[in-house]
């Protein structure tokens, strides 16, 4: 097998990959990247300087491809499965591409800052970091929250890849702003989510992980029930 995905089971980018990898069924060998190991790092950097991950590497073409949206469509591109996650419509496809950019940039973003200013320890700086990530993250859940109102997935009656983004995305973005109650639509969408057996698969292979994120107990009850069945 030729197609290797570097990844940690905890990373709400690699969750991403994942759920793709467990919608279509394709050929992906896991392989685990622990990037707190110098060693691991640095192979990891030479692998993709700006050392994020997941990193799908084509061991056969000896191809690196970084980035989860590239990923999924290059997975996608030879690997659909049985029910693609783009359609096969290019202005469709735009629909797509819009609402995974929306879940990366305006809610795994935000996620992402408010969980690093914790992580550097300085509680004042954190605050403010988080005041900025819930703007953000409210902005974003509204104008999901309308988006949603008469879809069930993010890009219509098809599970897709925006749909692979969401999902941890708001997993994560949960504990930074719960959305559950002010954003009913946005809610049950999330929900329907949970009961996606891709999903539920992730974040029981999270689960051994999950002590370590770093707001464990500000997960909305609902989130941390997810990971615990
Ligand atoms: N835009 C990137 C973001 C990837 C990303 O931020 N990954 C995080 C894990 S969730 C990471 O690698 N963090 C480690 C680091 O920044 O050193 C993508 O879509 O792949």
């Keep these: ?21 467990y919608e279509t069924g394709a050929p992906v060998r896991l ?37 989860t949206s590239i990923i999924i469509e290059h997975l996608q591109q030879r690997h659909p499965g049985p029910r693609p996650l783009l359609p096969a419509d290019p202005e469709a496809q735009l629909d797509v591409r819009l609402w995974d950019r929306l879940s990366d940039h305006y809610v795994m973003f935000p996620l992402q800052a408010a969980v690093a200013a914790v992580i550097a320890g300085d509680a004042a700086q954190a605050a403010k970091a988080e005041a900025v990530s819930v ?18 997935w993010l890009a219509g009656e098809d599970f897709s890849l925006a749909d692979c983004a969401a999902a941890p995305a708001l997993f994560y973005a949960g504990a930074v702003r719960p959305f559950a109650q002010d954003f009913p639509a946005l809610g049950a ?21 999950i002590r370590y994120f770093p707001l464990l107990d500000r997960l909305p009850a609902a989130h941390r029930a997810a990971v615990e069945r």
């Design 189 to 209: 969408y999330f929900a329907r989510l949970l009961e996606r057996p891709s999903v539920q698969r992730v974040l029981r292979e999270a689960q051994p992980w």
């Design 31 to 67: 392989r685990h990247l622990d990037l707190q190991d110098a060693g691991e790092r640095d192979a990891h950097r030479a692998r993709w300087p700006l050392g994020k991950m997941p990193v799908l590497e084509d061991e056969a073409s000896g191809r690196v491809l970084p980035e």
């Design 1 to 21: 097998m030729s197609l290797v995905l570097h990844y940690h089971p905890l990373s709400s980018f690699c969750h991403k990959v994942l759920i793709a990898i």
């Design 135 to 152: 703007a953000q993250l409210e902005l974003a859940y509204g104008v999901l929250e309308q988006r949603l109102r008469d879809r069930t």
